[in-house]
């Protein structure tokens, strides 16, 4: 439990300005009020934390010059690894029709860094049916060895399966980080493997760091929407394991040089057993389409006022390279598919350049693109919520600009 | 058939605010409501017992306030609500959350379990499958249909980036859906009526006879160190002329993101 130490304790308010929660307070000293001696004067402010708002995330503890909160943490009784023992930073290299993913590559590029610093190896996991010849640009983008698992029956993912050769592989190899995407696939996938192994699991980082002495991997990520960054560590389980969003990271290069050991490991019916099968896989959406890969994002919302004016979007997309995204309301009044949606009952996207056209800004809508690069708002409304995020601010008529942007783009591009 | 829907009691996002002198978020008013994601879970449970029969249980983890999203959740149709409520909880993390709830689940019984496919507030996805993993039971994500569920196998359809896969799965399954699973219902009044005088279960860590170590912040095996808002977006520029001079501005502007 956490307690503040109301000796230590010396009102400066510090813990007060770091707490996300609003839970502590100062209050005149409460030691005045309960002195058994009867001494009622006043000795200054001391804080007080709130334990109904309070969820013990500790940031006051490091806030506070004094020592004087403290936070009582007792010893779990699953069984203490010797964290010595794990070396070596993972990435999991999602394949998706024998094809590993470029998010992969991402983290291949962080890994490495990574890896520096602790001096340590980079190594993929690359699991699927005839894959071996992904092995090579592997190795190419930083990977010192690949960890290969072949079977029909991997062919495409699965939930229990993959879980239990990975799980197999860090128990034999013991990594000391283990990186994902968070996409469907990873998100899935790690959340099960982290339970499994007894291993700390951080969501949909967007940043990596490494603190060399203590061999910590400091992971952070956005929380409330993207308004509170949290960094997260991992102090006394291993792997630390982390899934990383798409496109926050550079995707590491290739060197046509660069080789690296195959590590194949052969399992047997038991791992490769599943309760689930996909017993097919439907596409739905055109390649231009997948808003999640994307590098640029044209969307629309109310502001588009009918489905046939998503032609606009799709003209200006199809000049960019780019694909179309949606707002709710667009979605919801039948303009675009569900799977067109950006925020946060659609999707969380990151690409270089996301136009919003006709798009208000709703919170629901912001948390879900505001981490892009580049944001371009155009609105008729010169208070929509949207500007305040926006790199570029065009207050005018969509109808008029839009057509010429195209125009203006397909000329550049020549 | 036994029917579990977890649901967690989150800020209403669109009041989230920070304070600008403090830099902190400010929950004084701010509005708690059934994660978004989970009404599809609650409402997805409602249809599968109307089509295959059973009952349906919520389950939440969370502080006493959270028994009034339970209660919405029974103004909806639910049979039962347990509350999983202790003050050994608090400062879980997602393994612990999973762990807690996993222990909570297997006390109540279970053929299938029904999760929002995240949470409005974490977002991190982790504590369905979490749940599933504990209960060394199978899982499957981001579920868009439930398709049918005969002689214990379920076949359901996941949504991936590029489109969904079928899947068929043996029960006890644990399933997360998405928006495009249903059209949430509104309570009955029947339903609210019953609500309001319904007794909701409350769970404490003893009752569900874990050991103190193994929950809430003592289970946890990750550890916020450090909270802060994040830099400031460079304040954007507004694109003022003629409809020509304005795209003409904007396109100089993008040319080395767009071509590079």
């Known amino acids: 439990m956490i307690s503040v130490i109301l000796d230590k304790c010396v009102g400066c308010s510090l813990c007060i300005k770091v707490c996300p929660f609003g839970a502590i307070k100062l209050v005149d000293s409460p030691r005045a009020c309960v002195d058994a001696f009867g001494r009622g004067e006043a000795v200054g402010k001391k804080a007080v934390i709130d334990l109904d708002k309070c969820n013990l995330c500790g940031a006051c ?352 591009r020549q | 058939m036994k029917i579990v829907v977890c649901i967690k009691q989150v800020p209403e996002t669109t009041e989230v605010k920070i304070n600008p002198e403090t830099n902190t978020l400010v929950r004084e008013g701010v509005q708690s409501i059934i994660n978004p994601f989970d009404m599809y879970a609650i409402e997805e449970a409602l249809r599968l017992k109307e089509r295959f029969g059973g009952e349906t249980t919520a389950i939440s983890m969370g502080p006493p306030q959270a028994a009034e999203a339970l209660r919405q959740a029974l103004s909806l149709g639910i049979d039962n609500a347990i509350l999983v409520c202790d003050r050994a909880f608090a400062g879980s993390d997602t393994w612990a959350t999973s762990f807690t709830l996993a222990s909570a689940i297997k006390k109540s019984g279970f053929d299938i379990i029904i999760c929002g496919k995240q949470a409005s507030d974490g977002d991190t996805a982790q504590v369905g499958p979490g749940i599933s993993a504990h209960l060394d039971i199978p899982q499957v994500t981001y579920v868009r249909k439930i398709e049918s569920i005969i002689n214990g196998q379920i076949k359901v359809e996941r949504l991936m980036e590029e489109g969904f896969d079928i899947i068929e799965s043996s029960l006890p399954v644990l399933i997360t859906v998405v928006k495009e699973i249903n059209e949430p219902r509104l309570a009955s009044l029947k339903n609210m009526m019953r609500a309001k005088k319904a007794v909701i279960t409350q769970w404490t860590y003893k009752d569900l006879e874990l050991n103190e170590a193994d929950i809430g912040l003592n289970g946890s095996p990750t550890k916020v160190v450090k909270i802060f808002t994040p830099p400031p977006k460079e304040k954007g520029k507004l694109l003022e002329g003629t409809t020509e001079e304005i795209v003409r501005n904007l396109v100089n502007s993008l040319k080395g993101d767009i071509c590079g």
């Open chain 1, 61 to 412: 503890l490091e806030s506070c010059k004094f020592g004087a909160i403290r936070l009582d943490k007792k010893e779990s009784i699953i069984k203490k690894i010797k964290l010595e023992d794990y070396k070596g930073v993972w990435v999991f290299a999602e394949q998706k029709k024998g094809k590993v993913q470029s998010v992969a590559f991402e983290l291949l590029a962080k890994a490495k860094d990574l890896a520096k610093d602790l001096n340590t190896e980079v190594s993929a996991v690359l699991l699927g049916d005839n894959v071996e010849n992904q092995a090579a640009e592997l190795f190419q983008r930083g990977a010192d060895n690949v960890y290969l698992v072949e079977d029909a029956k991997l062919a495409s993912f699965c939930d229990e399966a993959y879980t239990k050769i990975i799980v197999k592989l860090i128990e034999k190899y013991k990594p000391e980080i283990f990186l994902s995407g968070a996409t469907t696939i990873g998100r899935s996938l790690m959340a099960r493997i982290a339970v499994i192994v007894n291993a700390g699991l951080t969501a949909d980082c967007t940043g990596l760091d490494v603190d060399k002495e203590k061999r910590l991997l400091l992971q952070t990520r956005p929380a409330f929407g993207g308004n509170i960054m949290a960094t997260i560590i991992c102090p006394n389980h291993r792997p630390q394991m982390a899934t990383v969003r798409h496109k926050v990271m550079k995707e590491a290069g290739i060197d046509k040089n660069r080789k690296g050991k195959i590590i194949r490991e052969k399992l047997n019916d038991d791992a490769l057993f599943s309760r689930t099968n996909v017993l097919q896989f439907v596409e739905e959406i055109s390649s231009t389409v997948n808003i999640a890969e994307a590098d640029i994002i044209v969307s629309g919302g109310r502001g588009m006022k009918a489905k046939e004016n998503f032609i606009l979007l799709e003209e200006l997309a199809r000049v960019l390279g780019g694909a179309v995204g949606a707002s709710r309301s667009a979605v919801d009044s039948g303009w675009l598919g569900y799977s067109h949606q950006v925020g946060q009952t659609g999707k969380t996207v990151c690409p270089k350049i996301y136009f919003a056209c006709g798009i208000s800004g709703q919170i629901q809508h912001l948390v879900g693109m505001q981490s892009s690069k580049i944001i371009i708002a155009i609105n008729s409304d010169p208070y929509a919520p949207i500007f305040n995020v926006a790199t570029y601010g065009i207050v005018g008529d969509l109808f008029e600009i839009i057509p010429k942007l195209t125009e203006e783009f397909k000329k550049a």
